[in-house]
Structures are given as structure tokens and as C-alpha cells.
């Protein structure tokens, strides 16, 4: 018994590391991530990105797919903070992955990128459904364009789309404009018209289509123009976040490294702008930029610094709160001028754009409306590509200033619970 003992504890011991290396809203960047492979030549074939994250601290654990002995999480912890699939012809994961797995995985708060390419199994095809896009479900499809397509030894097909059409958004895909295009080859996906959180980040030109590029069109193609997404992200509602693309070589070294040129066009890019674009998505999904968390809220009389337990009618409060963003190794204020605060029962009564001090503190000061009743100060803040921030805080009880009758609903029930007692004891008289 006391072997085993000892036994458990050292096991313990070493497991601990890993069941506490979870997403933490104080160092919410992720470091333990665990990234599944189709073949281990994916380790040195895509050197460059996987080594774009080890510099910026992350611990990769790679694995097969279908190793037996896989699991993402133990004793009900999880082993990691985010997920890597770049294995597009898995048919079943190992050990105990599967797509609800993945699922839990991500409503846990835990982040996911995803890569398939025109080998794309069903399985991979169903994770990416359950994020909210719908790959071509021609299995032979690829996404040409035979205008936007870029120069290359092998070009005949014009599958080797070299795409610009980035989002705009500076948190996202950071504010360094991406001079050169992104070279992508895969498959185009849509977005589900359903899921309002799903967002285009990079998009096929209004020339491009989905079709067998072997084949002759015999029948319109179904995704076609800008409508086909190449990359698209998804904050969900519990600010995990996810990529999605039909291409896997778009993270290759060989595309890295490629010089392009687009068709028609005499300019020459000694480098494409994947290794730039894809490492600073990769910062925002992984958090280092966007993340915002709220701290400090407080409430008070104007000229005061306590909460009081109760306010007047008419009263002049002051409510602040700080905001702070995450830079990927400390918190740093969090400047905006649209940060808003509602004082709300049922309805909002007062609704007022906080100030800040470009430091991080944002304030605002107004007077308690003439009405009585439980009041609530919410911040509901949502912009694109931040974590969104919902606060509310709760006032129970109002004064006039005439009157000494404190206003509540406890004190309001018990008046009603009493009356009514009365009353039915009167009827049981009458009778």
C-alpha cells in the first residue's frame, strides 16, 4: 500500500503541470497546444509557422491523428489550451477525440485551427460544420481563378490563387498593411447564413469559382465570387476562437518563401504574404491581441469613494470600471471612446458613453432618474475582433428625499403578503 502510495503521488506530481496549464482570464494566452498530423513530414514541411509560435512561447505537442493514446483532457482537467488540425484525410481521430470532443473542447473557452485541403475527409468536413462553414461538397472541387491567379511553373489549372482581399480589421490581422497577396490552394468554403459569428477574414476575387479543375463545367458551379471564404474566423459567444481554411499548404514553408506575381500585372513580390498574414492571425487567435478583460467596478455618490448601500431620487452617482487589454506578455490600457454604460430596470432610463483617462479608467456621472425600483448598471460592449465584455452590477433600493419609506421589493412584498392575509381573514368572517 505504500508503494502504491508513493507511486500515485509522483504520478501526481508530474501530471499537475499540465491539469493547471488551462486558459486562465489573467494570462489568457495560450501556450500548451496540442496539434494533430496525417504524417509527421508535416513537422518539417511547415517548419516556419510551427516555429513562428515556438518563439512566442507556445509548447506544441504533436501527435497523429489516429495515435490510440490521444486524449485532450484527464481526470476531467484539460491537457490544453488549444487545438491544431492540420491532418485533412483523417477518417477517425484516435484515443478519445472525436467531434464532440472538439465541440466541448471550444465551449470550454479553449481555441481551434483548422486546415483541410481537397482531400478533406468527412470528419473534417463535419468538425468545420459544427464551427459554422460549409465546405464545397464536391469532393473533387478547388477553388480556380483565372484572373487572380499567380504565376508559377505550374500554372495550368490557375488553382494557385494569390488573394488580397483581407479583412479590414487591424485587431485581427494586425495594423502592418500585408503588401504581397496570400497564396492559397485548396477548397472554398461558404459561410452558414445562420451563424452571425463566423467571419470572412481572407475572400476569393469576384472571378474566382469551386469546380473539378480536371473536368468541364457541365452545370453552374455552386460557390462562385466573393461569396467563397479561403480563411474564415469565429469568436464564439464564450470568446474561443477558431480558424478555418480548405488549404493546408497555405502554411507550408514552400508558400512562405515563394516569390509570386499576379497575373497580368508586371509587379513581383520577392516574398507572398502568407508567413505575415498567418502569423498575425495567429496572435489573435491565440489572444495575444483583442483580448480584453474588466476590472474595479464601482459606483458611488459623486464627491464620495464608498458604494452607499442605497441612493436618493435625483441623487448625482459615479460609475466607473477599468479596461484593460492583453498585449501577449502583460495588460495594457485600453483606449476607445464607445465604451457605454446603461443604468437599466426593464429599459434603459440613462445611457452614457464612458470617458477615459487613456490609462485604462473609463467613468461617467449622472443623476439617479425619478422613478423607483431596482436598477442595474450593465456594460454590454461588443466590437469587432474583441472579446466582448458584459457587466452588470445591481442597485436595490431607492429613497425620496422627502420621505424617510425605504423602497424595495422586500419591503414591497411583505406589504402585499400582508394586505392579502388580511383581506382572505375578513372573508373567512363574512362567511
Known amino acids: ?75 476531467g482537467q484539460y491537457l490544453y489550451d488549444a487545438l491544431i488540425l492540420f491532418c485533412p484525410s483523417v477518417e477517425r481521430f484516435g484515443g478519445s477525440v472525436d467531434v464532440a470532443a472538439i465541440i466541448n473542447f471550444v465551449d470550454s473557452g479553449h481555441d481551434l485551427i483548422i486546415a483541410a485541403d481537397v482531400n478533406a475527409s468527412d470528419l473534417i468536413r463535419e468538425v468545420a460544420t459544427e464551427c459554422g462553414v460549409d465546405f464545397d461538397e464536391d469532393p473533387s472541387a478547388m477553388v480556380i481563378d483565372h484572373t487572380g491567379y499567380a504565376v508559377s511553373e505550374t500554372e495550368g489549372d490557375h488553382t494557385l490563387i494569390a488573394s488580397h482581399d483581407f479583412i479590414k480589421s487591424d485587431v485581427i490581422i494586425g495594423s502592418k498593411k500585408i503588401e504581397a497577396p ?52 469565429v469568436q464564439a459567444r464564450n470568446n474561443a476562437r477558431i480558424l478555418i481554411t480548405g488549404s493546408l499548404s497555405m502554411f507550408s514553408n514552400r508558400f512562405f518563401r515563394s516569390g509570386v506575381q499576379k497575373s497580368g500585372s508586371s509587379t513581383k513580390y520577392e516574398k507572398s504574404g502568407n508567413e505575415q498574414f498567418l502569423t498575425e492571425l495567429s496572435k489573435w487567435i491565440f489572444h495575444e491581441r483583442g483580448h480584453l478583460k474588466a476590472v474595479n467596478v464601482k459606483h458611488h455618490k459623486v464627491g464620495e469613494t464608498d458604494e452607499p448601500a442605497l441612493y436618493r431620487v435625483n441623487d448625482e452617482l459615479e460609475y466607473s470600471v477599468e479596461i484593460y487589454e492583453w498585449s501577449g506578455t502583460s495588460w495594457e490600457p485600453y483606449v476607445t471612446d464607445d465604451v457605454q454604460v446603461q443604468f437599466y430596470m426593464m429599459s434603459p432610463y440613462v445611457l452614457k458613453t464612458l ?21 442595474q448598471f450593465k456594460v454590454e460592449y461588443q466590437k469587432l475582433g474583441y472579446t466582448s465584455l458584459s457587466l452588470s452590477k445591481q442597485v436595490s433600493y431607492f429613497v425620496s428625499h422627502d420621505s424617510g419609506y425605504d423602497f424595495s421589493f422586500e419591503t414591497s412584498l411583505t406589504s402585499y403578503l400582508e394586505e392579502t392575509c388580511n383581506r382572505n381573514r375578513s372573508s373567512q368572517k363574512s362567511v
Not at 1 to 30: D, H, Q, R, Y
Not at 212 to 229: D, E
Open 1 to 75: 500500500m505504500g508503494k502504491f502510495w508513493v507511486i500515485f503521488v509522483a504520478s501526481i506530481s508530474i501530471l499537475l503541470p499540465f491539469l493547471c496549464n488551462s486558459f486562465s482570464p489573467e494570462t489568457p494566452t495560450n501556450r500548451r497546444v496540442l496539434v494533430l498530423l496525417d504524417d509527421f513530414a508535416v513537422k518539417s514541411s511547415h517548419s516556419s509557422y510551427f516555429n513562428s509560435l515556438k518563439l512566442r512561447g507556445f509548447d506544441l505537442d504533436f501527435k497523429l491523428a489516429d495515435d490510440p493514446k490521444i486524449a485532450l483532457q484527464r481526470y
Open 182 to 233: 496570400v497564396l492559397f490552394q485548396g477548397i472554398g468554403h461558404s459561410l452558414n447564413p445562420v451563424n452571425s459569428l463566423v467571419l470572412k477574414v481572407l475572400s476569393a476575387s469576384p472571378s474566382a469559382y469551386s469546380a473539378n479543375p480536371l473536368s468541364k463545367l457541365s452545370t453552374p458551379p455552386s460557390l462562385t465570387g466573393s461569396a467563397i471564404s479561403l480563411v474564415s474566423v
Open 355 to 375: 470617458s477615459n483617462d487613456k490609462k485604462g479608467l473609463y467613468s461617467a456621472s449622472f443623476k439617479v432618474p425619478d422613478v423607483y425600483g431596482v436598477f
